[in-house]
């Protein structure tokens, strides 16, 4: 077959075809092979791994052996190429490269390509489609790949940056990845589910030939693990990956240095005195085991009925003078959790200070929203429901850019100082501010921000595991100071 003389497309031989209906007389191969330019889009045709694009190029090889040994003596030499691979979203751009078919294998002298913002640079030895023997020379030379800057988008995996060294074993039909990788100010999302179905995306466990073999993963600036809208953590660590690109088994401990997690309508930040780890286990893939405290300042309003510490369900309708503590008041929530990712809810357990009932605490943490539904407070439980769910990332934020451990503004029923009755109550806004000057010392400032009411500035200091100190005042009178001693078995 011979076409275009000036773009030649030239193939001699025979090639064994075992899905027709009369069996080949043998399984060998006998190729002559010889394309140039648009010719390379033959490529698209013999296999579904690499797709020819655009370009120039020329391939002369003579291709002998079966399907299973093939051997192939030749070079192939690009310039200028686009190519697309189905082991990674996108194009390779800018491709230049030469390779030398030696027998059952593929040196590659020199490779560079553009891909997503970086740059990749190959060079070594790789077999075709057969694992090279032990004692083999070319077993100290194996294909290695650098990915530089690379932009990675792995759908359901990972989002980020790359660099590092990819070695490339195995085969090239059957490839096994290698080596040291850097990942940075990405995302790697703790999802089985959408891992599962990103090995090619099509849910296919043959879609995708590629296997890891103790790649080794750092985890640099800026590394996220999500579970989105769950929880973001920022880590640091190192992880080995094996098995398939569809089945990964990671194994390594990782420390998580900041993070929030949203429970309800509260957002959770990690304790910065404990020490947070996630811990991936081969048998769990990407749903690492999490060794976790949070905590979280929420407030108790006045006025806000309590439900029963007896029956969840039950209200217990308690008068206003009855229940008074002063405007507001924080309770500082603290959740531990220990065991897999995706099981975060089922593990948590809740304390507080002021210490208040596991059922207390829900009502305090999901209650600003839940709790006032449905029984007149619509108006509290919507506006609750923006400021805690829908801004946390932005007070977060906030807090961030000011240094602050803690910045949030929520809405809260406030006493009507203009009002003879003492009982009438507004809808309005509180502020609070909180800094971490240690592990066991901390500072606030609260406001109501729609009142003339003095702002109320407290400290917070652990003496010990069981003894801890907490004092507010508004230097205006109203001055509080308590000792609690907790004491859990």
Do not use: C, H, M
Not at 468 to 476: D, G, K
Request: aromatic fraction near 6%; avoid cysteine; charge should be negative.
């Amino acid at each position: 077959l011979a076409i275009n003389p000036q773009e030649p497309l030239a193939i001699t031989g025979s090639v064994p075809l075992p899905f027709l209906p009369t069996i080949p007389d043998s399984d060998r191969i006998s190729l002559d092979i010889n394309v140039r330019n648009e010719g390379l889009a033959l490529l698209n045709v013999l296999t579904d791994q690499v797709a020819w694009i655009d370009g120039t190029g020329e391939v002369r090889v003579k291709v002998g052996g079966t399907f299973k040994e093939p051997v192939a003596v030749g070079r192939f030499q690009v310039q200028n190429a686009t190519i697309g691979a189905k082991a990674v979203p996108g194009n390779l751009t800018n491709v230049n490269g030469t390779a030398v078919f030696v027998q059952d294998r593929l040196r590659v002298e020199n490779f560079t390509a553009d891909y997503s913002k970086g740059q990749i640079v190959a060079s070594g030895v790789i077999p075709l489609a057969n694992r090279l023997q032990p004692g083999d020379l070319d077993l100290e030379n194996p294909l290695t790949v650098a990915l530089k800057d690379i932009n990675l988008n792995l759908k359901g995996l990972y989002r980020g940056g790359v660099d590092g060294n990819l070695v490339v074993t195995g085969a090239a039909l059957d490839p096994i990845l290698g080596g040291n990788i850097r990942l940075s100010n990405g995302q790697v999302v703790l999802n089985p589910e959408a891992a599962a179905a990103a090995g090619g995306g099509t849910g296919d466990a043959n879609a995708s030939p590629i296997e890891f073999n103790n790649l080794q993963i750092s985890l640099g600036n800026g590394l996220l693990l999500t579970n989105p809208p769950i929880l973001s953590f920022v880590a640091q660590g190192d992880v080995t990956i094996n098995g398939p690109l569809d089945n990964l088994r990671p194994s390594g401990l990782i420390q998580l240095r900041s993070g929030q997690v949203n429970l309800f309508t509260t957002q959770f930040n990690l304790d910065r005195g404990f020490a947070q780890t996630a811990e991936f286990i081969p048998g769990l893939g990407l749903d690492p085991i999490l060794n976790v405290r949070l905590v979280a300042l929420v407030t108790e309003v006045r006025n806000r009925r309590q439900p029963s510490v007896l029956t969840p369900s039950e209200i217990l309708d308690v008068p206003a003078s009855a229940t008074s503590l002063g405007s507001l008041q924080t309770v500082r929530v603290r959740a531990e959790a220990r065991g897999p990712a995706s099981q975060l809810f089922d593990n948590l357990e809740l304390t507080s200070s002021p210490p208040r009932s596991e059922t207390e605490i829900v009502a305090l943490i999901g209650g600003s929203y839940i709790d006032t539904l449905g029984r007149g407070d619509t108006l509290l439980g919507v506006a609750n429901l923006a400021g805690s769910a829908l801004l946390s990332n932005v007070f977060t934020n906030i807090g961030r850019a000011l240094g602050l451990s803690e910045f949030r503004i929520f809405p809260a029923y406030t006493t009507d100082n203009t009002r003879t009755d003492d009982n009438t109550t507004t809808l309005g806004l509180a502020g609070e501010a909180a800094l971490d000057i240690t592990p066991a010392l901390s500072v606030s400032v609260l406001k109501i921000l729609t009142n003339g009411d003095p702002a109320q500035f407290g400290l917070r200091y652990r003496i010990n595991e069981n003894l801890l100190l907490r004092s507010s005042t508004n230097f205006s009178g109203d001055n509080r100071a308590s000792l609690e001693y907790e004491l859990r078995f």
